[in-house]
Antibody
Framework: QVQLQESGPGLVKPSQTLSLTCTVSGGSISSGDYYWSWIRQPPGKGLEWIGYIYYSGSTYYNPSLKSRVTISVDTSKNQFSLKLSSVTAADTAVYYC?????????????WGQGTMVTVSS | QSVLTQPPSVSAAPGQKVTISCSGSSSNIGNNYVSWYQQLPGTAPKLLIYDNNKRPSGIPDRFSGSKSGTSATLGITGLQTGDEADYYCGTWDSSLSVLVFGGGTKLTVL
């Protein structure tokens, strides 16, 4: 079955760029049947959608984060990545990657386990 | 403040039924499909319901979803202690052009 696994630094300094990678196993990111997304959850708070990407490279971002976010895909490695620039303490969160099923609406049917990223000097 | 409003907490006894509401507007729930997620303590969310009332493979029929106007409801019957979790609704908001989630509801099985 398809599994997703996030990886990247757990600590990022303020004003720097947060970089995470999601590795997809058990299926091809290029199948074309799904989109691939990032979602985050600050400690003790709710979920916030960051954006998604298609295997072709087309993207859509949360307007509130759009100026700082870049999501990219590497089909040869079956991975997609997140870059969030100019981070502050408000960006401290558990970051999840997820597969997006495009049915009547966008729904996240498979999630990674999540990775905690702390923004601190 | 979330665009979608959920009660912070609900509770019920084992074996009973509980419903969790998700209230929005015409720009989100009123004109888009709703999904529901279960987040057990310390774990990633899990998709329970999509397209208002469809269950992914492997989700028991104790979980159900419905929508009426600008509100959606998640129902859970035959409550088990293992159902204690946070539950989130989610949908697209056509005015904000963003995928939005409710603030989450903590379910306690007494």
């Amino acid at each position: 079955q398809v599994q997703l696994q996030e990886s990247g630094p757990g600590l990022v300094k303020p004003s720097q760029t947060l970089s995470l990678t999601c590795t997809v196993s058990g299926g091809s990111i290029s199948s074309g049947d799904y989109y691939w997304s990032w979602i985050r959850q600050p400690p003790g708070k709710g979920l916030e959608w960051i954006g998604y990407i298609y295997y072709s490279g087309s993207t859509y971002y949360n307007p509130s984060l759009k100026s700082r976010v870049t999501i990219s895909v590497d089909t040869s490695k079956n991975q997609f990545s997140l870059k969030l620039s100019s981070v502050t303490a408000a960006d401290t969160a558990v970051y999840y990657c997820a597969r997006v099923m495009v049915a009547g609406t966008i729904a996240f049917d498979i999630w990674g386990q999540g990775t905690m990223v702390t923004v601190s000097s | 403040q979330s665009v979608l409003t959920q009660p912070p907490s609900v509770s019920a006894a084992p074996g009973q039924k509980v419903t969790i509401s998700c209230s929005g507007s015409s720009s989100n729930i009123g004109n888009n499909y709703v999904s529901w997620y279960q987040q057990l303590p310390g774990t990633a969310p899990k998709l329970l319901i999509y397209d208002n009332n469809k269950r992914p493979s492997g989700i028991p029929d104790r979980f159900s979803g419905s929508k009426s106007g600008t509100s959606a409801t998640l129902g859970i019957t035959g409550l088990q202690t293992g159902d204690e979790a946070d539950y989130y609704c989610g949908t697209w908001d056509s005015s904000l052009s963003v995928l939005v989630f409710g603030g989450g509801t903590k379910l306690t099985v007494l």
